[in-house]
């Protein structure tokens, strides 16, 4: 079931993927984690239905759900390269439901004017995070055009807290969005690897 809505989301966002070219790049494929979840799905399948008569409809779900295991304990949260799909950051959806936000950049950053320089690596803190967090969702998707309008052009991760990542298909929608697990040595390898990284402090004892 989880595999199943996962897929669903996974199919309408590619659909409505736009293709305006975005600085953040796709995370690299893992052919074994998705090679163990198909062993899975068929294995479970054959055992549950064939082996132990169960309704079709029963051994289908009961067969997702194992397939869904590899890609939920993968730990690609605790990477610098995580998930990233910039398809999915770039879904005209986001642009639909952020049609009415407008962006505005503090003078606190940058040179004092307002501006840096978009290519630069830089630690970008965000406040407040609030409870629902649509700052987040604003810089995290193109939505208001963060990425394609150029206020910062290089390649990023976000941290996002240990908790949400325990969450199915919430998990993976992060993931998906670029963000990793809100730990010290993830985001020491997202430095190292050269990109940048997006903080909003205040997180779980805000909401």
Same mark, same amino acid.
């Given at each position: 079931?989880? &595999? ?9 966002? =590619? ?21 163990? /979840? ?9 055992? =549950?239905?064939?082996? @132990?008569?169960?309704?079709?409809? *029963?051994? *289908? &779900? ?5 397939? $869904?295991?590899?890609? $939920?304990?993968?730990?690609?949260? $605790?990477?610098? %390269?995580?998930?990233? #799909? ?14 009415? #936000? ?9 040179? !004092?004017?307002?501006?840096? %320089? ?6 970008? /803190?965000? @406040? ?5 967090? +649509?700052?987040?969702?604003?810089? /995290?998707?193109? !939505? ?6 150029? +206020? ?12 949400? @990542?325990?969450?199915?298909? $919430?998990?993976?929608? &992060?993931? #998906? ?20 990284? +997006?903080?909003?402090?205040? !997180?779980?004892?805000?909401?």
């Amino acid at each position: 079931l989880s &595999l199943s809505l996962s897929l669903s989301l996974s199919l309408s966002l =590619s659909l409505s993927s736009i293709q305006s070219p975005l600085p953040m790049k796709d995370s690299t494929f893992n052919n074994r984690t998705y090679t163990i /979840a198909l062993f899975l799905f068929f294995f479970t399948f054959i055992l =549950s239905f064939i082996t @132990f008569h169960t309704s079709f409809i *029963v051994s *289908v &779900l009961l067969s997702l759900i194992a397939s $869904y295991i590899p890609s $939920y304990l993968d730990g690609s949260e $605790y990477t610098a %390269d995580g998930r990233c #799909w910039v398809g999915c950051i770039n879904s005209t959806i986001w642009k639909k439901s952020m049609s009415g #936000w407008s962006l505005k950049v503090d003078p606190a950053v940058g040179d !004092g004017m307002g501006k840096f %320089d978009p290519q630069r690596q830089i630690v970008f /803190a965000a @406040f407040p995070h609030g409870v629902m967090s +649509y700052g987040h969702g604003a810089m /995290a998707t193109d !939505g208001i055009g963060w990425h394609s309008g150029g +206020y910062h052009t290089r390649d990023r991760r976000d941290l996002g807290a240990s908790v949400v @990542f325990k969450i199915p298909i $919430y998990r993976d929608f &992060l993931l #998906w969005l670029g963000m990793v697990d809100a730990d010290v040595k993830v985001a020491k390898k997202i430095l190292q690897s050269g990109r940048s990284l +997006y903080v909003l402090p205040g !997180g779980v004892m805000e909401q």
